[in-house]
């Protein structure tokens, strides 16, 4: 825990403290609160996964939805200023770390009236090795091209201009799964019902997530991590204190300065129906 | 910014000031916002644009079976949510 200084890193390690017995292990802690990756509460979801570490970011994999569970970034000022000064430039590819049966190909997205949704944003990413990994089809949803392009690229800009005013930020990113029964493309790739994005802001000590329908529209949902636990079935962050985690933080206004607003809209109730993990 | 093929493949992409171009076989998507400013850096960014926009003409105009429109996209199955 030599990492976390300043004022607040007495706090910080003892609420951590009893967490980490709990974490899932993984081979890239330096982009997890506490160096602990999310946690699998619903044991449905860990058939078939794989932790994927990357330069700037890591992943969980499912060869079951064909998507990654959640995608996990620690951003820094720094990073954020660099990556601003870079073009995009990509290639989407089959990821080459997994199993042919587990992955997409560029073929299953084909056709399909979907976009390639990043899940850690390609505009994150600081230098091209970064950029290039973020167009691995692992770190990909199928996502609805409107919320894909406006809303939801909002809100990951919202989030790289806290981490620059606020120094770092972590960030957890990643689908939703609602409802009996889901959409899927190609039959291979299961289609998210909603996207979440979870932040954790160290010099407040505050977090939270913005969830989105994956779907047209402008309208969004802030919970708190213990709220968005109940929805993916994922915690998020397990090195958080239960008292950060049940209190939301008020998240930045996702609305752009440089266009008239569309009317964004933050809503207190959306069809979100809550899950326990199951046991 | 890096050349592409329009069409050719369902891999590249490229941004353009704060616009996305993305390839695919079925179509290029463009979108987000670009100022072209009145400076070299506009002229840079709108010969890009431009040039873009010339081979997707070139690409379209060359089909002889270019279709009026193309079939809407595949519909998705639907299958049991795993994790419920």
């Known amino acids: 825990m030599t990492v976390l200084l300043g004022r607040f890193s007495l706090a910080v390690v003892l609420t951590l403290a009893p967490a980490?017995?709990?974490?899932?292990?993984?081979?890239?802690?330096?982009?997890f609160v506490g160096r602990a990756a999310p946690?699998?509460?619903?044991?449905?979801?860990?058939?078939?996964?794989?932790?994927?570490?990357?330069?700037?970011?890591?992943?969980?994999?499912?060869?079951?939805?064909?998507?990654?569970?959640?995608?996990?970034?620690?951003?820094?000022?720094?990073?954020?200023?660099?990556?601003?000064?870079?073009?995009?430039?990509?290639?989407?590819?089959?990821d080459p770390n997994l199993p042919r049966r587990e992955r997409t190909e560029l073929t299953d997205y084909a056709r399909s009236g979907f976009d390639r949704g990043h899940v850690a944003p390609s505009g994150d990413m600081p230098n091209r090795q970064a950029q290039q990994e973020s167009f691995s089809l692992a770190n990909i949803i199928p996502q609805n091209p409107d919320n894909n392009r406006d809303l939801w690229s909002d809100i990951e800009a919202a989030v790289r201009t806290l981490a620059r005013r606020e120094g770092e930020v972590y960030v957890v990113t990643g689908p939703i799964f609602q409802g009996e029964d889901l959409q899927q493309l190609n039959e291979r790739v299961l289609v998210p019902t909603h996207v979440f994005k979870a932040i954790y802001v160290p010099r407040r000590q505050q977090a939270g997530?913005?969830?989105?329908?994956?779907?047209?529209?402008?309208?969004?949902?802030?919970?708190?991590i213990a709220e968005l636990e109940q929805l993916t079935g994922i915690d998020v962050f397990p090195a958080l204190s239960s008292e950060i985690k049940t209190t939301a933080m008020a998240l930045p206004d996702p609305d752009p300065p440089r266009r008239k607003p569309r009317a964004r809209r933050q809503v207190e109730e959306m069809p979100l129906r809550e899950r326990m993990p199951a046991e | 910014m890096k050349k592409i093929t329009p069409f050719a493949n369902e891999a590249d992409s490229v941004g353009l000031g704060d616009l996305t171009i993305e390839n695919r076989t079925d179509q290029v998507s463009v979108y987000g916002s670009l100022d072209l400013t009145r400076d070299k850096q506009g002229l840079k960014n709108a010969r890009a644009l431009k040039g873009?926009?010339?081979?997707?003409?070139?690409?379209?105009?060359?089909?002889?079976?270019?279709?009026?429109?193309?079939?809407?996209?595949?519909?998705?199955?639907?299958?049991?949510?795993?994790?419920?």
Not at chain 1, 23 to 28: G, V
Not at chain 1, 209 to 224: E, L, M, R
């Open chain 1, 209 to 224: 997530a913005y969830v989105a329908p994956n779907a047209p529209g402008d309208t969004w949902k802030a919970v708190s």
């Open chain 1, 39 to 94: 946690d699998l509460a619903n044991a449905k979801l860990a058939p078939q996964t794989r932790e994927l570490c990357y330069s700037e970011f890591a992943l969980l994999h499912s060869g079951v939805t064909r998507t990654p569970l959640w995608s996990a970034e620690h951003l820094t000022r720094a990073q954020i200023d660099t990556a601003r000064a870079l073009d995009r430039e990509g290639t989407f590819h089959p």
């Open chain 1, 20 to 31: 980490f017995a709990s974490a899932a292990e993984t081979a890239c802690p330096q982009h």
């Open chain 2, 52 to 84: 873009l926009l010339d081979k997707v003409v070139r690409v379209l105009e060359a089909d002889k079976k270019l279709p009026d429109k193309l079939p809407p996209p595949k519909a998705p199955s639907r299958v049991k949510n795993p994790f419920q």
